[in-house]
T-cell receptor, first 117, second 110 residues
Framework: NAGVMQNPRHLVRRRGQEARLRCSPM?????VYWYRQLPEEGLKFMVY????????ESGMPKERFSAEFPKEGPSILRIQQVVRGDSAAYFC???????????????FGPGTRLTVL | AQSVSQHNHHVILSEAASLELGCNYS??????LFWYVQYPGQHLQLLLK??????LVKGIKGFEAEFIKSKFSFNLRKPSVQWSDTAEYFC????????FGAGTRLAVHP
């Protein structure tokens, strides 16, 4: 049973470009979470999605960042017009519906390391 | 706002030493508490979790943690560490949206 997949693992962008980060949850998981880890800091929650729904986006910056989890295909975290401060590791996690709501664990992917030049 | 704090950012131990990593959370209501570990080059893995019941929780690889409600603490312990325990350890709390501590980097020397 494959774990949570994220791609690319490393992404380099120049300032002003767009970054698209993909997350395929574990098979059977319908809940996806995105976190960001800045250097020397812990993971910070960004957004919680279910299929075709954003449940909680309280951690998302108000501008340039968006996330989706379509009915088919992976979840996408999109960062428009990237700036140097967006350089970080972005982690995706998933959980099955019946274990969501803090009653179980979130399974994490390997992360995407974004570097903005 | 909910917060999680980890007291030690870097810990260096020799093999066979005992380990205790501190974690304090701010929320006073029902809490879900977790310890995750990230080995070099790998993704986060769950070590153990606490939702309710016995405050002494046993996890994988010989780790355990004790939930002390009066101290808002959930410290991670292991009686005898091994070189392979070298990793970064994260305490987290939350319901759907996990709040993580800043992490503790543990280095175990042979």
């Amino acid at each position: 049973n494959a774990g949570v997949m994220q791609n690319p693992r490393h992404l380099v962008r120049r300032r002003g470009q767009e970054a698209r980060l993909r997350c395929s949850p574990m098979k059977g998981h319908s809940h996806v979470y995105w976190y960001r880890q800045l250097p020397e800091e812990g993971l910070k929650f960004m957004v919680y999605l279910q299929k075709e729904n954003i449940i909680d986006e309280s951690g998302m910056p108000k501008e340039r960042f968006s996330a989706e989890f379509p009915k088919e295909g992976p979840s996408i975290l999109r960062i428009q017009q990237v700036v140097r401060g967006d350089s970080a590791a972005y982690f995706c996690a998933s959980s099955p519906a019946h274990l969501a709501g803090g009653l179980g664990e979130q399974f994490f992917g390997p992360g995407t390391r974004l570097t903005v030049l | 706002a909910q917060s999680v704090s980890q007291h030690n950012h870097h810990v260096i131990l020799s093999e066979a030493a005992s380990l205790e990593l501190g974690c304090n959370y701010s929320y006073g209501g029902t809490v879900n508490l977790f310890w995750y570990v990230q080995y070099p080059g790998q993704h986060l893995q769950l070590l153990l979790k606490y939702f309710s019941g016995d405050p002494l929780v046993k996890g994988i690889k010989g780790f355990e943690a004790e939930f002390i409600k009066s101290k808002f603490s959930f410290n991670l312990r292991k009686p005898s560490v091994q070189w392979s325990d070298t990793a970064e350890y994260f305490c987290a709390s939350g319901y759907n949206k996990l709040i993580f501590g800043a992490g503790t980097r543990l280095a175990v020397h042979p």
